[in-house]
Every structure is written in structure tokens, then in C-alpha cells.
């Protein structure tokens, strides 16, 4: 959210407490898989948020750049990294700082890749997510392009249905 104020993210990344209320905002339980997002894995709050959706019985599938990740020390009091709390991780294979690129007579690497490999991750495993679903007999509830004919009809009744 670098539009807002530079540093805000920063600040609100590293806000011990601060999982635990998002969290609370949600019914998190047995039957669910959170999916936690961070190139490094180290600040508080993605470590505290695995902590506490593991506490609740959640599956915790984590995406991180393991290069990144495993070169720095821990943020959170426990010590852990995202990573080690993890039942599922998802590489981004991005560089450590996340910039991949240098430019000639700038000292500073620039050029993040984690967030188009991290588009990739999410859409592959949610297709293959819906294609195991579907597989096993269940129709999961997908919603369609609201540019679409009748899609919109179809869009409300699965909010009608799914969103509390």
C-alpha cells in the first residue's frame, strides 16, 4: 500500500497483536486453509497469523521466496520464520530484497518479481484446487465474468448463498 504513506505496511507488518484481531474478523477453524503471502516470512504479523490459524486447526499454506526467507532472521518473538510454520509452501523463487534487476549507474537492485510469480502460484493452485474438487464429484461455487449473459443473476445467488 506504497500509494497511501511509504512506510505504513512497514510498520503495520512488523505490529505484534495485530493477526490475532484480522483473524477475529473471520471464523478461522478445522475445516479451513488460510494462505499467507509475504517475500520474506519474517515480520510479525505473517508469523503470528500462522501461529494462531495452526492454534485454531487451520491448514496454513504459505508463499514466500525461500531464498529470501531463509537468509534472514525471524522478526516475531518465537523466532520462527513463516516458512517453518507451514503445511504447504509456495516458492516465488524471487531474490533475496525482491529485485531481480540492476540498473547501470544505480546502486540499488530494483525490479520485484514476487508479485507476478506470486499470480501465477495463486491462479495455478486454485485451478488445480477446483479441477481435484470437481474430480471428487463437487461442484464448487465459481463465479463468472459479470460481462457475461446471465452472469450477474448467477453472481447474486452465490453471494446470496456464501457471503454472510
Known amino acids: 500500500m506504497l500509494h497511501e504513506e511509504p512506510n505504513k505496511s512497514t510498520y503495520l507488518e512488523r505490529l505484534e497483536g495485530y493477526a490475532e484481531v484480522l483473524l477475529n474478523l473471520k471464523e478461522v477453524g478445522s475445516k479451513d486453509a488460510i494462505m499467507i503471502v509475504s517475500n520474506s516470512g519474517r515480520n510479525a504479523v505473517v508469523v503470528e497469523m500462522a501461529i494462531k490459524a495452526r492454534e485454531l486447526g487451520a491448514s496454513v499454506i504459505v508463499m514466500t521466496s525461500m531464498s529470501h526467507s531463509s537468509k534472514v532472521s525471524s522478526r516475531h518473538p ?8 507451514a503445511d504447504v509452501i509456495l516458492d516465488n523463487g524471487a531474490e533475496t530484497g525482491d529485485a531481480a534487476f540492476f540498473v547501470e549507474g544505480l546502486e540499488t537492485p530494483t525490479g520485484p518479481t514476487s508479485s507476478f510469480a506470486g499470480i501465477a502460484l495463486a491462479q495455478t493452485l486454485l485451478v488445480t484446487i477446483l479441477n481435484e474438487l470437481v474430480e471428487a464429484g463437487f461442484e464448487p461455487p465459481v463465479f463468472k465474468s459479470s460481462n457475461l449473459d446471465g452472469a450477474d443473476a448467477y453472481n447474486d445467488q452465490l453471494f446470496k448463498t456464501y457471503v454472510k
Not at 518465537?78 to 510454520?85: C, N, V, Y
Open 78 to 85: 518465537s523466532g520462527k520464520r513463516l516458512f517453518e510454520l
